[in-house]
């Protein structure tokens, strides 16, 4: 049981360029979220899903899409890759039933020079 | 919109000395309460949770919190730190009816002195 994972652990990227980072679970569980940590600023939600082909919105979304197609995959998709967007990337999923706790990925660290 | 606030932004305790770290949420419903701890370079890893019922809540690695309703408050506890809890730990909160949805204070570090 692998739990969260996701790739890749360390990325740099220049202004501008597009990416995609991974993130998959084996746990069944409906609900997924990606997270990104700034020093002093604990974590911010960007967006997280409900279910397969049900995303929404969190507190930071402005340069970043997701999509959900499948209940295991739900990747974030940096667009124009910004040096404000240096930050630490977690993707978290928990079950809708009744638990709630959230399982954490390792992260992918991220530098946009 | 709920908050979450962890006053102390750094904490440093002797090896074998007690530890409390604050958090205080606002939000008028009750509120599902966790402590998550992570270590340098990995992701988190939840510690303990409250949803409903006995109010001292027990932990992995010897941790303990308390949810006073009154204080809006969730203390985290433990009675003798070990070096390896050297760590950052996060307080966060979330509400019925929003869901899965969770919102983070900004953490706590720290420190132990062997």
């Known amino acids: 049981n692998a739990g969260v994972t996701q790739t890749p652990k360390f990325q740099v990227l220049k202004t501008g360029q597009s990416m995609t980072l991974q993130c998959a679970q084996d746990?069944?569980?409906?609900?997924m979220s990606w997270y990104r940590q700034d020093p002093g600023m604990g974590l911010r939600l960007i967006h997280y899903?409900?279910?397969?082909?049900?995303?929404d919105q969190g507190e930071v979304p402005n340069g970043y899409n997701v999509s959900r197609s499948t209940t295991e995959d739900f990747p974030l998709r940096l667009l124009s890759a910004a040096p404000s967007q240096t930050s630490v990337y977690f993707c978290?999923?928990?079950?809708?039933?009744?638990?709630?706790?959230?399982?954490f990925g390792p992260g992918t660290r991220l530098t946009v020079t | 919109a709920q908050s979450v606030t962890q006053p102390d932004i750094h904490i440093t305790v002797s090896e074998g000395a007690s530890l409390e770290l604050r958090c205080n949420y606002s939000?008028?419903?009750?509120?599902?309460l966790f402590w998550y701890v992570q270590s340098p370079g990995q992701g988190l890893q939840l510690l303990l949770k409250y949803f409903s019922g006995d109010t001292l809540v027990q932990g992995i690695k010897g941790f303990e919190a308390e949810f006073k309703r009154s204080q809006s408050s969730f203390n985290l506890r433990k009675p003798s730190v070990h070096w390896s809890d050297a760590a950052e730990y996060f307080c966060a909160v979330g509400f019925t009816g929003g869901g899965n949805k969770l919102t983070f204070g900004t953490g706590t570090q720290l420190k132990v002195e062997l």
């Open positions: 978290a999923s928990s079950s809708t039933r009744g638990a709630y706790e959230q399982y």
């Open positions: 899903s409900v279910g397969a082909g049900i995303t």
């Open positions: 746990m069944n569980h409906e609900y």
């Open positions: 939000y008028g419903a009750t509120p599902y």
